[in-house]
């Protein structure tokens, strides 16, 4: 299978997974920034983005993908960062591949099972009118009751793409399997044992996602790990507080 990527930068290699409803394009700016000093990967997972569609989707298959991806591409050792479902497929690479990570960077995901919380986003984008849309304005105002944060529905509509021979547009992620394997993409990763290289997890202050309680798990399964707050930012730590996240990814990366 072949998932669709970008790279830039020369150097040693930086791979980037992105969330869900993600696509690589959420993190080419820092993607630009980190190419300076790195051969940066932003990676499409399957069924997001331009990568193709598929019947399942959970950890093991997203960690067995990327290590397909990875010897495709003669990387043998990589810096890994994940973003929330990113991050989760990052932990479990590096609980399954450990030799073929150098460093890992978790942003706003804990080894844990999360409670969930995207069923009336899930609503609201099936029940968007695709075939008759004109333009993405047409879809934001009709999410508008439904997903009141402006932010979060142009996030998502970064995912729609017009049709080339019918009229409107499609979803290029694979909204009925994201929605069908919704447990697993909750689910807590699978591990046999820990990962003993460096890591770094990153929280945002104003974020839920990973919680005092859940660092007993994470230096368990990560012996490594410390954990670092960006004050003032939410979940979307990239989109939010890109200067000071780049800052502490670097400065972890460096050393």
Known sequence: MDLNFKTFGQGDPLVILHGLFGTLDNWQTLGKSWAEFYSVYLIDQRNHGRSPHLPEINYPVLATDLQAFLESHWIYKTHLIGHSMGGK????????????????????????KYAGGHQLIFEALFDLDLANLENREQADLALQSRIPEKDVRQFLLKNLTRNKQAPGYSWKMNLPVLFNHYADILANIQFD????????????GHSDYIQDQDIDA??????????????????????????????LVSDFLAE
């Open 218 to 247: 994470i230096t368990r399964i990560f012996p490594n790990a410390r954990l670092e707050t960006i004050a003032g930012a939410g979940h979307w730590v990239h989109a939010e507080k890109p200067k000071e996240l780049y800052q």
């Open 89 to 112: 497929t990052a932990m479990q690479f590096a609980t399954s591949f450990p030799d073929m990570v150098e460093k890992l960077v978790i942003i706003d995901s804990a080894p844990k």
């Open 193 to 204: 044992q820990p990962f003993e290289g460096p890591c770094l997890f990153i929280r945002g």
